[in-house]
T-cell receptor, first 109, second 113 residues
Framework: GESVGLHLPTLSVQEGDNSIINCAYS??????FIWYKQESGKGPQFIID?????DKRQGQRVTVLLNKTVKHLSLQIAATQPGDSAVYFC????????FGTGTSLTVIP | DTEVTQTPKHLVMGMTNKKSLKCEQH?????MYWYKQKAKKPPELMFV???????INESVPSRFSPECPNSSLLNLHLHALQPEDSALYLC????????????FGPGTRLTVT
């Protein structure tokens, strides 16, 4: 299938700072994108999604931005907390559902 | 109840053994999934069941055999596995097939010796 990649495999941020996790996708026909969070020893957990007819979607402390021109997706986490430490996966859906490579976020207290 | 449960949490098996992984959800979801996840890698889709029928098999070797006895249960039968099959096996469910918001269980950590 098409690849969904992330620019940075690891990211360290200070507690209270904002985090930005990036994702590049290659299937321009993908119509739905989603971010998952996977904490150590747990399965992935849904964070936020966005459809291809939107540029931005906000949740609680999280914002997803979609730039279809350059096929780029980002997850912004405001006021990052230690509990945000996890691996974050973007995923795209066209005919089926594919996870990207993942970024490991570490929050420094 | 928004939980997907998986048993066992850990499993060690030899290459000649037969074992089964179990998954259960009581959210009324009609689609269930098996994923394989190697360390530091994203989950890889193996099988999709939709309304208790196998709808997708992502070219998984026959030593993995899925089964969906009813809408709440999903099994993965394992036989003659190889050491490279050692991984975290994740089960997920969603309201319908191809729904993006999937609910994942904690996984079964499988080691093949």
């Amino acid at each position: 299938g098409e690849s969904v990649g992330l620019h940075l495999p690891t990211l360290s941020v200070q507690e209270g700072d904002n985090s930005i996790i990036n994702c590049a996708y290659s299937n321009s026909a993908s119509d739905y994108f989603i971010w998952y969070k996977q904490e150590s020893g747990k399965g992935p957990q849904f964070i936020i999604d966005i459809r291809s007819n939107m540029d931005k979607r906000q949740g609680q402390r999280v914002t997803v931005l979609l730039n279809k021109t350059v096929k780029h997706l980002s997850l912004q986490i405001a006021a990052t907390q230690p509990g945000d430490s996890a691996v974050y996966f973007c995923a795209e859906n066209k005919d089926q559902f594919y996870f990207g490579t993942g970024t490991s976020l570490t929050v420094i207290p | 109840d928004t939980e997907v449960t998986q048993t066992p949490k850990h499993l060690v098996m030899g290459m000649t053994n037969k074992k089964s992984l179990k998954c259960e959800q009581h959210m009324g979801h009609r689609a269930m999934y098996w994923y394989k996840q190697k360390a530091k890698k994203p989950p890889e889709l193996m099988f999709v069941y939709s309304y208790e029928k196998l709808s997708i098999n992502e070219s998984v070797p026959s030593r993995f055999s899925p089964e969906c006895p009813n809408s709440s249960l999903l099994n993965l039968h394992l036989h003659a596995l190889q050491p490279e099959d050692s991984a975290l096996y994740l089960c997920a469910s969603s309201h319908r097939d191809r729904a993006m918001e999937q609910y994942f269980g904690p996984g079964t950590r499988l080691t093949v010796t």
